[in-house]
């Protein structure tokens, strides 16, 4: 379904908060999103643009798991299974994204938010990059953006990422920068594959995809996206890019990066501004998810994986919590150097039982407190590649110490004393009035 449409059943089921007041796109926005993180909220009156502002759209997985129709543990095997069978998107000549065209842009008319005070612009962070290359057709990616006049953005290219490939390649590269897009494309444009791969298609096995061209560049995007900004990015021209907060709630550094200058922007008419908030739990839905079938996969390889969750108190980022079903003794291992390949950037891995809830902090922590011993069964791995977003790691060069926690109980007779004993069920009915049972 089109954003909008899973926007008008929020609010048919009462789970959408709308903001009728003036509110300014510098602070205000970033910090209503935030007070009232997890849940929808539509800004209908923006003070310096005529678009309304939506955000806290996908903050949880039964969010994600609820747009699709699907259980929270289908998540994983959804998405495995639309990677693995990507297939092709209905192309079509007319399309909502393109029902106004403005071929002399300005970019101060547009919500693109301030989020903190120490950002160094205002930041697109929900955009979903279309780019294209002679060779290996077409890449949907995630790239922040700055703004720094009316028609310029410094670009956010993370070395060795497929579009920082494009742009050595090619030194000027034709972009679409779609604003407004469905869970299916997101999650798809989050998703880690081999060079060459269309991540739109991945999201056609989702949920079906029509894309169309762009008006001025060279692209095949989501016919029903909300705003394009098309435009090109230049390898040589440069402009300082941040203070910006990132995934990790922490500053990220002021770099030297290449310039966006924008040619056009088309869109729908009442057309809605996805705002994403960096750092917040939707930012971490988003970088997470998609590396939990990676995991899964890798894991799976070597053992019974039966659920992977990346989740955020590790930034959905650094760590990752694997369940798997444990038949030998060794298997904690193998499932810890087996998620630490599926996800390099990860830097603390926790195994645990399938009788663990995995999306709850406080039986994670239950099962490091009463079935771990640091001297058998912890990993350590020193001197390895980590992540740039981790503020403790080797500035310079990601190098960081990784740690995997087997958590699991041994086999055998004496797994017994490692268990839960059940508490006594009742029919608490009986006893209380108005009071319902559980489940």
Known sequence: MALREYITELERQDRLIKVT???????????????????????????ESNFRVIGNLFCTKAAFADYLGIRVNEII???VGAIENPSQCEVVSNAPCQEVTIT?????????????????GNYITSGVVIAKHPVYGQNADFHRFMQFSN???????????????FLTDLKAVDIAICIGNTATVLAAAATSVEIGVDELEIANALEPLKIVRGQTVDVYLPAETEIVLEGTVYLDKRHAEGPFVDLTETEDIIRREPVFEIKAV?????????????????????????????????????????DVNVNPGGCSWLHAIVQIDK?????????????????????????VDQDI??????SVEWAMATRFQGDRQMIIKENEPGSSLDPSAEAGTKMTTKIGFDLTKPLGEGRV??????YPTVELGRFINGVRDKG
């Open 417 to 422: 004393k490692f268990e839960k004993v059940p």
């Open 21 to 47: 007041e003036p509110i300014s796109k510098k602070y205000e926005i970033a910090g209503v999103l935030k007070e009232l993180e997890p849940t929808p909220v539509l800004f209908e009156n923006v003070k």
């Open 357 to 362: 809830d995995i999306y709850d902090p406080l």
């Open 104 to 120: 002399n842009p300005d970019l101060e008319s547009l919500p693109i938010l301030r989020h903190f005070e120490i950002d160094g």
């Open 266 to 306: 088309t869109h729908r008419r009442d057309a809605l501004w996805h705002a994403l908030l960096p750092g917040a739990l939707e930012h971490k839905l988003l970088m997470g998810m998609p590396r939990e079938p990676t995991i899964f996969k890798a894991v799976n390889e070597v053992v019974r994986c039966v």
């Open 151 to 165: 028609t310029g953005m410094a670009v956010r290219v993370v070395r060795s990422r497929h579009f920082d490939k």
């Open 77 to 79: 095997p959804t998405l």
């Open 327 to 351: 038949q030998a003794e060794d298997d904690g291992r193998k499932a810890i150097e087996a998620a630490f390949a599926g996800h390099r950037s990860c830097k603390h891995v926790f195994v």
